[in-house]
């Protein structure tokens, strides 16, 4: 990339292909390693800085927008959720989860109840049944399981994430404007966002997928917005068709022969990471499948039990994004949306990083649910005994 950078310049990727030279029109990457190349020449250690500055920007702007999307939900706790969300992300970005990630969950989980305990109180008479206990449990489970699994390190070190990372970065600070703006009717913020929403779409192809997740939050805050949400919509859609019709216009339209070796040679493997991801029960298929109807297995298997567990654990999954279904479905859609396109081809650690955005604020959302309702209950019981 350094190479093509020496010979031809910074300004010749506006009109043309990346420095990678691979079929791809991503100007404003192109632009960001050029400009450290004359910043930092051969130094590793610019490369990585900037790196390093763009995901605490990042984390920045996965703070504002989760407070701003709680509130906007009527979230009364939108302010501690949105600094879970961000003090995770961050936290993932620099490996800390990565060092405890060979922990059980388990140990957290009981930290956090402790915590809770020790705020609230615990009612000398406080019951709580067994099926209230294991939705709880698992909420608080797979939340803490999810944000522990997860690092971001890598991102820092290798060169090439910048699409990923000025994309993701861009995308997450336009959201906040131009929900900002559809909610306080300011089109000065919709101009924003959807600047930002191009310098997205110029650094990474991923961002495109954000179109209809504004199209549906259009919809569904339709009464509120009134015509505001259709401008955030259109304010996206032509900044989507605008980078589309340069690429095609710049660029050949036949794939090039790495875009061809990156996509999945089937269907199944795509169907199955999409699953997996989205919804984590569904990766025990395998498994199963493996192991038939010789489900004599587990009184030797412990990892039959394993999935047992997780999968009736779910269910606090399901009964708290019903219960907080505005905040966490929101959530679930960005994850959903920006990992469809990905799930297609063949994984990369920074094919995840926008899709986290949304799943951290899932997992940070099922973690506080699971602790509104232990909290919930004990005060109850608590005034209960105390009457």
């Excluded at 930092?40 to 390093?52: D, M, P, Q, V």
């Excluded at 959720?81 to 992300?89: P, S």
């Excluded at 394993?306 to 479905?329: I, N, P």
């Amino acid at each position: 990339m350094l190479d093509a950078v020496q010979r031809h310049g910074a300004l010749r990727w506006l009109w043309g292909d990346w420095l990678l030279e691979n079929g791809f029109y991503r100007p404003i990457s192109s632009l960001s390693i050029a400009l450290d190349y004359t910043l930092y020449g051969e130094a590793s250690w610019g490369f990585r800085l900037t790196n390093w500055l763009l995901m605490a920007l990042t984390a920045l702007g996965a703070w504002a927008l989760a407070r701003a999307y709680a509130r906007l939900v009527g979230s009364p706790h939108a302010d501690w959720l949105a600094l879970g969300v961000g003090v995770a992300l961050s936290l993932q970005q620099t490996g800390l989860t990565g060092i405890v990630a060979k922990w059980s969950a388990w140990w957290f989980v009981a930290a956090a109840v402790g915590v809770c305990i020790s705020i609230t109180g615990w009612a000398r008479h406080s019951r709580v049944s067994g099926f209230q206990l294991l939705l709880m449990l698992g909420a608080l489970f797979w939340g803490f399981d999810r944000l522990l699994g997860t690092e971001y390190t890598r991102l820092i070190t290798w060169v090439p994430s910048r699409t990923a990372l000025l994309g993701a970065l861009f995308s997450v600070w336009a959201m906040y404007a131009l929900v900002q703006g559809a909610t306080q009717r300011r089109g000065w913020q919709l101009a924003l966002g959807g600047g930002l929403y191009l310098l997205a779409l110029g650094s990474y192809e991923q961002p495109i997928a954000l179109v209809p997740l504004v199209g549906a939050l259009a919809f569904w805050r339709r009464r509120d917005w009134g015509g505001w949400g259709a401008r955030a919509f259109a304010t996206v859609a032509l900044g989507a068709a605008l980078i589309l019709a340069l690429r095609f216009a710049l660029l050949p339209a036949e794939p090039t022969t790495y875009q061809r070796q990156q996509l999945r040679s089937s269907l199944s493997g795509p169907i199955f990471s999409y699953l997996t991801e989205l919804l984590p029960p569904t990766g025990q298929w395998q498994y199963w499948r493996s192991v038939g109807t010789n489900l004599e297995v587990l009184l030797v298997d412990r990892a039959g039990w394993d999935h047992l567990a997780g999968t009736l654990l779910y269910l606090g999954v399901l009964t708290a994004a019903w219960r907080w279904r505005g905040l966490l479905g929101g959530a679930w859609l960005w994850h959903a949306l920006a990992f469809l396109p990905m799930a297609f081809l063949h994984p990369f650690e920074h094919y995840m990083y926008l899709p986290q955005l949304g799943k951290t604020l899932f997992d940070v959302g099922l973690i506080a649910w699971g602790l509104e309702r232990l909290g919930t209950h004990l005060r109850t019981a608590g005034s209960l005994t105390g009457s």
